[in-house]
């Protein structure tokens, strides 16, 4: 059977999990793991993505990310493919070093954000690295330690998952750490890793629940949500891909978009392409650069050396042109 594409968007917010091939370690030593941090930390500050929780055992990773403007399959190949080459050149092998597909969970974040919180920042007491809760609160390769204010992480968003456990910062801290405490003792939880159907409905007791009923539930093995959460990213997934199909249908490629760019604007696509600090012609390579991206999804680092740009620029003129394209209700072709 043919794998899913991975779904995705703006805001999405996904627990990845990623494993050395044959269960095999992809940390040696804390050289390694800060080395994938330093990665980490480079990369998602650049795109600007979000991360709430992270663990790294010797033989897998966890995150728990919100897609920003660059999708989470961008973040993922940049950061993956550059640590493989580091880690064999080091380490003097050849060949793979993660499995070939990462798992990429599209989660509801109101039902389960604490709990991923805590099940990915517990990953290293359930592995044994460390031997109790006192002990996770220093570990320095997880994101917990921040979170309990041990360590400072300017590119982990703290603040935000203590949002979730109150409004002062010394009490939302001293419950989120109890909150952790807490789930020391659930173990593995499948309903939050496994597969679709059971983890859709929220996991064993929710589906023993159901037994006997005449009740339809939606389940999808790349979500983590409740039924409805699952029917409406399913829709709005194949809304996007239909959209792109018709755009490469008729024929959509980056000088097409330049010359409705110039149509929408009331310029010549000349001026499109015109590398000029005037406004209208900046507001045009910013509507530009913004419909490459999201619509073609051209990369940005395609879109930069087209553009003759740097790709910090471009994800700068990726933002100014959603602005534009929503004030002005500009639309790349009509719904």
């Known amino acids: 059977m043919p794998r899913k594409a991975r779904i995705d968007a703006p805001g999405a917010l996904h627990h990845i999990i990623v494993r050395g091939i044959e269960k095999r370690k992809i940390f040696e030593d804390d050289k390694d793991r800060n080395h994938f941090i330093k990665r980490l930390d480079d990369i998602l500050t650049e795109a600007e993505t979000p991360i709430y929780a992270w663990a790294l055992i010797p033989n897998h990773v966890h995150l728990l990310l919100k897609t920003g403007l660059t999708p989470i399959a961008t973040i993922m190949r940049r950061l993956l493919t550059g640590y493989a080459v ?17 798992k990429s969970i599209l989660c509801q974040e109101e039902l389960y954000f604490r709990e991923l919180v805590r099940y990915i920042h517990l990953n290293p007491l359930r592995a044994k690295l460390v031997k109790d809760i006192g002990a996770l609160d ?40 109890q909150f952790v405490k807490k789930g020391v003792l659930q173990g593995r939880r499948p309903e939050l890793t496994g597969g679709g159907l059971l983890r859709s409905i929220g996991g064993w007791s929710a589906l023993s ?9 939606k389940g999808d093995e790349r979500i983590l949500g409740d039924s409805d959460f699952v029917e409406a990213v399913l829709k709005e997934a194949d809304e ?45 390579r910013d509507l530009l650069c913004y419909w490459g991206c999201e619509e073609l999804v051209i990369s940005k680092t395609d879109l ?32």
């Open 86 to 102: 580091y880690f064999n050149r080091r380490h003097r092998r050849y060949g793979h070093l993660f499995q070939n597909r990462y």
């Open 209 to 217: 629940a159901l037994r006997g009923e005449a009740v339809r539930v």
């Open 138 to 177: 220093k570990y320095p390769y997880s994101g917990h330690s921040a979170v309990v204010g041990k360590v400072k992480r300017d590119w982990q968003q703290v603040d935000y998952v203590l949002e979730f456990f109150g409004k002062r910062k010394f009490d939302a801290r001293k419950a989120y750490r």
């Open 304 to 335: 930069a050396r087209r553009l003759n740009l740097t790709q910090p620029a471009v994800s700068i003129a990726v933002r100014r042109g959603e602005k534009i394209a929503r004030e002005n209700q500009y639309q790349l072709i009509d719904d």
């Open 240 to 284: 996007q891909l239909e959209r792109r199909y018709r755009l490469q249908a008729e024929g959509f490629d980056l000088d097409r978009v330049a010359r409705r760019v110039a149509a929408v604007m009331n310029i010549s696509v000349e001026l499109v392409w015109e590398r000029s600090r005037r406004p209208q012609v900046v507001n045009a």
